[in-house]
């Protein structure tokens, strides 16, 4: 992990329906394959497709003795910016930590939406990106890769990883693969 702190937080930011639960599972799931400790649960509050939901995320080489929502993350990824009119993504997010937005704007455009927030965003287009590859505008896979990337929380080939084990026999191996084709591209993307 980037920040040398004990615990690594990550707090997702999508609409139900959008995969950040699942998001938050397969980086769990990648931290313990790599002999880490973890804790990942969502938040759910009217449940229905569409309404706001989060994801947290606790990463550490040491046992995790807190159980309540994260209030100060490291990491911010937002999977629809629209909640950036009702949610505020960016509280206690300080300029050496990340935000990380699915947006085919610009950072700049971005920067003027979360004015509080002085530190780096890294936008990326990841619903067009997995419309390209996996041929449905599901974000989360691609997400995956740019957190990958700019936190270094885990390995990517853990991700990849994992993504297999849980997903192969549910969707199959052409999606599974084309889900990972996705995972590598956010993870290269700039």
């Known amino acids: 992990m980037k920040l040398n702190k004990d615990i690594f937080e990550i707090i997702f930011f999508a609409r139900a329906g959008q995969g950040a639960k699942t998001a938050a599972e397969i980086i769990a799931q990648a931290a ?24 947290y995320v606790r990463i550490s080489d040491k046992p995790i003795r807190i159980h309540e929502p994260i209030v100060d993350p490291d990491t911010v990824v937002v999977l629809d910016e629209t909640l950036l009119k009702s949610e505020d993504t960016v509280k206690k997010l300080s300029r050496d930590e990340s935000f990380i937005i699915n947006t085919a704007k610009a950072e700049k455009e971005i920067a003027e939406k979360v004015k509080n927030f002085k530190g780096k965003i890294h936008a990326i287009d990841a619903a067009g990106i997995a419309m390209e590859v996996i041929g449905q505008p599901r974000p989360n896979s691609v997400i995956l890769g740019k957190l990958i990337q700019v936190t270094e929380a885990v390995e990517l080939e853990s991700v990849v990883e994992e993504f297999r084990k849980i997903f192969a026999l549910k969707i199959g191996s052409d999606l599974t693969e084309r889900n990972a084709l996705a995972i590598r591209k956010g993870y290269n993307s700039l």
């Open 32 to 55: 313990i394959s790599e002999g880490k400790h973890v804790q990942a649960f969502p938040y759910f509050g009217p449940e229905r497709s569409g309404a706001p939901t989060k994801a």
